[in-house]
């Protein structure tokens, strides 16, 4: 296998540049919008648990980005000290968002005939955009942010919020549609 798959992260900066680089963004690396990072805090990122990691990241390059930190604690950024605290965990970043993460919900350290299965199966549940989509709050996403999402998740959240936008045919009318309704959502807020 290819050793460069899963890019090592050594401090927050780096693990931010890397989220956005390969996760944010209409010109993410990652097509799914999806990065995994395993974080490492009791050094379990070896042997066959690698094997494993590395497997995936090959299987799904250029759809998903793999990444590991070694050590998180002392990340200032809450929700990455936080997952931290129960590492080793793997978690999955929508759209280069740290507030839109899902924890894989089973033991890393676990033999992998018992999580293999259920590591593709969770990776496997973003396909499409729609489950990133669903951990878009559109009463705080503001419109430059929309124009930042790949057409796919645009169509995932219009689908989410009940809309076919049938004369839609560029990127930027998904967007003023959206527009439309992250407008109603925040009225419904301030009421």
Known sequence: LPTNVVKTLYSEAEAESWLQRECGGS???????????????????????KFLYSTFAHKYQGKVSFARVKSARSFRTESLAEISKSAPAVVAFCNGQLSQAEVFPSDVTKPLSRIASRFGT?????????????MIDLGKLAAEDLRTLPLKTLKSLLQKNGRACTNCIEKEDFVKELEIISKRVVDKTEL
């Open 27 to 49: 010109k993410a690396k990652a097509g799914w919008g999806l990065c995994v990072l395993f974080v490492d805090e009791a050094n379990a990122f070896k042997d066959s648990l």
């Open 122 to 134: 969770w990776i496997m549940s973003f396909y499409g955009g729609k489950k990133c989509a669903n």
